[in-house]
């Protein structure tokens, strides 16, 4: 039986999270790991803080803090954030961890055995006053492309381009600020992927129709020609050493050890949660297994060409199956900067909407096919408009009425007369669409869906009029409400992926609902609703409160004032 391996990128523990990653990655992931579970399938989704690379330890070393008590930090951060906004793993991991050195070793045996590592002697910077070597961020200077003054040993912020950080103009120890600086020749290792080229076309030009097409058109340009070479090392104190006898010293660059997170994590879960499975064989070598890896465009080339590379030449684990990566989410506009205070905390805002109102407006406005930006009074309209009016209301609306009216129960007669109901057997349709959807990893579409059920439910009880026809004739009113109150159940299984709380709200309006009864009803068994309505004695158990409370304008009035500023 097919099984769904999900991974999220792992977040870099060096600062916060904002709306980008969470809709970019995130919760597309969780939604997406959630459906399989709730259609029936073997699923887990597995992520981690990724902990290694320059950028951390210049931060640390600002902080004044060591640096596996920084990354520490941040993971905890992370990890209180995703609980907040309901993003389950099954495993949330570490690459500092020493479980995840020693998966780490393996890959690198197995690729050196196969003349896939070679060392090459090559430049460098060195401070010579503090006498650090200076690879990627722990130098600086002017770019020789565009003349910026504050680029970065890695690359140009303004121009963009991928510095090589011999040829800055002026550079300056990032680490004293030193403008002392030599040029030396030392040995790094390098991860020969020109010569798994042709190995590697044949796999990508067969997953090309596959992937998103910003994926796999974009890969395919990059790579027709050649790949090219990288280097896997770097003189650090703070990584995975690498493991060979004459390179002392020598540390593993962070990309090389971050994507193996994934592997060593879902070992990692396996051991602590006491399971008999075998993370390579029930899992990364299963051929029942589609491993497919939720990211951020940025992130395409390490998951598209350099982890498929390493997984294919050393036979570790077998190559991605899916990588749906999103474009960017912008904040009103322009791209989501801290340093200039054009930024939104995302633990505030969850704490005050609540992470289903997040969900909603950030799975609307998914980037999946495009960049799309994230604005307060879109935030509050979507919101009012459609999660309050649509479902909010209505569920309060129906089962006010219900509770007041039937408190001692509904009749078998009402309580079954869904079935026979022509817009419930539409409901059913649009619900298949909604978990086909998801099948294919169109997020925004489905949520799109699921609601147009709400909408649909909502025409029914207007047209129906209960209010007016319960004064001629209670009976009439009593079918109308319970054929409405099972259409709820249908769109509340619908949200269910997109929307836990929400979801489990509603159905907790009828007593402790089952996770089987609610993913029952979501396959589309909807005799889970008869067993829903028994268990309840008839009526809802408890009168609704504001399920989706409405956000007024000086909230949001107040918020944008806050963008911008930098405090
Ligand atoms: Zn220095
Ligand atoms: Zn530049």
Redesign the pocket.
């Given at each position: 039986m097919t099984k769904y391996l999900v991974t999220s990128a792992l977040p870099y523990a060096n600062g916060p999270l904002h709306f980008g990653h969470l809709a970019g990655v995130y919760i597309p992931a969780d939604i997406y790991t959630r459906h399989k579970k709730l259609s029936g399938e073997r699923a887990i989704h597995i992520c981690g803080s990724d902990e290694h690379g320059v950028a951390i330890m210049l931060n640390a070393q600002k902080a004044k803090v060591p640096y596996k008590e920084y990354v520490d930090g941040w993971h905890k951060e992370h990890k209180a954030l995703f609980d907040a906004f309901n993003i389950h793993f099954e495993y949330f991991g570490q690459t500092s961890s020493d479980y995840h050195a020693e998966e780490v070793l393996p890959w690198f045996k197995s690729l050196h055995e196969k003349g896939m590592i070679e060392p090459r002697d090559g430049q460098q910077l060195q401070?010579g006053?503090?006498h650090?070597h200076l690879p990627d961020r722990f130098v600086g200077g002017e770019c020789y492309e565009c003349h910026y003054p504050s680029a970065r040993g890695d690359e140009c912020p303004n121009c963009g381009i991928i510095i090589d950080s011999v040829k800055l103009i002026n550079p300056v120890?990032q680490?004293?600020e030193?403008t002392n600086i030599k040029e030396v020749t030392v040995t790094q290792y390098y991860l020969t992927l020109s010569k798994a080229h042709e190995k590697y076309r044949e796999w990508l030009t067969k997953k090309i129709p596959e992937f998103r097409k910003t994926v796999g058109k974009y890969v395919d340009s990059l790579t027709k020609e050649n790949l090219h070479d990288r280097a896997i090392s770097r003189d650090l104190d703070w990584g995975i050493d690498v493991p060979l006898a004459e390179a002392k010293g020598k540390k593993l660059y962070v990309w090389f050890d971050a994507p193996i997170g994934y592997v060593s994590n879902t070992k990692q879960w396996l051991k602590e949660t006491g399971s008999s499975e075998d993370y390579k064989k029930d899992w990364w070598t299963n051929s029942d297994t589609k491993i497919e890896h939720f990211i951020g465009k940025d992130n395409i080339i390490f998951h598209c060409i350099i982890f498929p590379v390493m997984s294919m030449m050393s036979e570790q684990v077998n190559v991605c199956t899916d990588v749906p990566a999103n474009q960017y989410l912008n904040l009103e506009g322009k791209q989501f900067s801290k340093s200039a205070g054009w930024y939104v905390d995302a633990k505030e805002a969850v704490e005050k909407f609540g992470s289903d109102a997040l969900r909603y407006y950030l799975t609307a406005i998914s980037p999946e096919a495009s960049d799309s930006s994230f604005t307060w009074e879109g935030f509050q309209a979507r919101l009012n408009g459609e999660l309050a009016n649509n479902i909010g209301n209505l569920v309060n609306r129906c089962l006010k009425f219900w509770k007041k009216n039937w408190a001692e129960g509904m009749s078998e007669e009402a309580l079954k007369s869904y079935q026979q109901v022509d817009k419930v057997s539409e409901l059913s349709q649009k619900l298949a669409l909604v978990r086909d959807c998801l099948d294919e990893k169109a997020i925004k579409i489905a949520l799109e869906i699921s609601m147009q059920m709400g909408h649909m439910t909502n025409e029914y009880f207007s047209e129906r009029a209960p209010w007016a026809s319960f004064k001629m004739d209670p009976k009439i009113a009593e079918l109308t409400i319970a054929e409405t109150g099972a259409m709820i159940l249908i769109v509340a299984a619908a949200l269910n992926p997109f929307l836990p709380d929400l979801s489990q709200n509603i159905f907790s309006l009828f007593g402790n609902v089952s996770d089987e009864s609610i993913a029952k009803i979501y396959q589309g068994d909807f005799s889970a609703i008869d067993q829903i309505f028994k268990a309840a004695g008839g009526t809802p158990v408890k009168a609704p409160k504001a399920l989706v409370p409405k956000i007024e304008d000086d909230v949001i009035a107040a918020l944008k004032e806050e963008l911008g500023k930098l405090n």
């Open positions: 401070c006053d503090c650090n120890c680490i004293c030193s």
